[in-house]
C-alpha cells in the first residue's frame, strides 16, 4: 500500500511543475512523498499523521494534524493548489469543496471505492461507496476531465473503485 496508486502515477504529469499540492487524507503519504521527489511543494494533511514523523523539518512540506469531519471549520480555505490528491477516503461534505482550492489550471486527482466493492470486502457502507457516476455527475462537471474510470483494480487488493482527473480550466 506504500507503492503510489497507478491513477495517480498516470496523471501526476497533468499537475503543474513546482506548484503546491495537497495530499488530503494522505495516510502514510505515499502521494505527499511522489510529488516531493518531483520537485513540488506538498501539504499533507490526516487526523493521524504519525506516519509522517520522518517528513516533519523536510522544507517542501507542511503537515497538518486535523479532523476533516468533526463539524471545525476546513483548514485550508485560505490555500489554493496546483493540484489535489484524494485516495481511498470519502467524506462527501468536503467533495463540493475541492475546486475552490485549485488554481487555475490545477488538477484534481481522486480515487476512492466505489459500490461494488461490497463483495470484495471493506468498504461495504453506502457512506463510503461512491455511487456511479457521482465524482462525474455531481461534483466535477464544472471541471474539464481529462480521465473518468469506473473499474476493478486486481491491486494491491481487488477493489472496485471511481476514479477521476479533472483540470480546473475556468
Ligand atoms: C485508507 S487511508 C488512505 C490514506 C491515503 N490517502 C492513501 O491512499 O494511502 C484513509 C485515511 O483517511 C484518514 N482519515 C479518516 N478520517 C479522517 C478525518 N476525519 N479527518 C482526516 N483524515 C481522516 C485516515 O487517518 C487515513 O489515513
Redesign the pocket.
Known amino acids: ?1 506504500n507503492e503510489p ?1 497507478s491513477w495517480v502515477l498516470r496523471h501526476a504529469g497533468y499537475i503543474p511543475e513546482g506548484s503546491d499540492v495537497l ?1 488530503l ?4 503519504g ?2 505527499a512523498r511522489l510529488f516531493l521527489m518531483s520537485g513540488h511543494y506538498v501539504t499533507a ?4 499523521t504519525a506516519a509522517l514523523s520522518d517528513l516533519d523539518n523536510h522544507p517542501g512540506t507542511e503537515i497538518i494534524l ?5 463539524g471545525s471549520p476546513f483548514p485550508l480555505s485560505n490555500k489554493k493548489f496546483g493540484g489535489i490528491i ?4 470519502l ?1 462527501r461534505p468536503l467533495l463540493p469543496l475541492l475546486p475552490e482550492l485549485l488554481l487555475p489550471n490545477g488538477v484534481l486527482i481522486y480515487e476512492t471505492f466505489m459500490v461494488g466493492n461490497e463483495k470484495f470486502g471493506r468498504p461495504k457502507s453506502p457512506n463510503f461507496l461512491l455511487k456511479p457516476q457521482e465524482l462525474l455527475d455531481e461534483y466535477y462537471s464544472r471541471l474539464r476531465v481529462q480521465s473518468y474510470e469506473e473499474t476493478t483494480i486486481p491491486e494491491p487488493n481487488p477493489a472496485v473503485v471511481q476514479r477521476i482527473c479533472a483540470v480546473n480550466s475556468a
Open positions: 500500500m496508486s495530499d487524507a494522505c495516510g502514510t505515499r502521494h494533511l490526516d487526523k493521524n486535523a479532523d476533516l469531519e468533526d484524494v485516495t481511498n477516503y467524506y
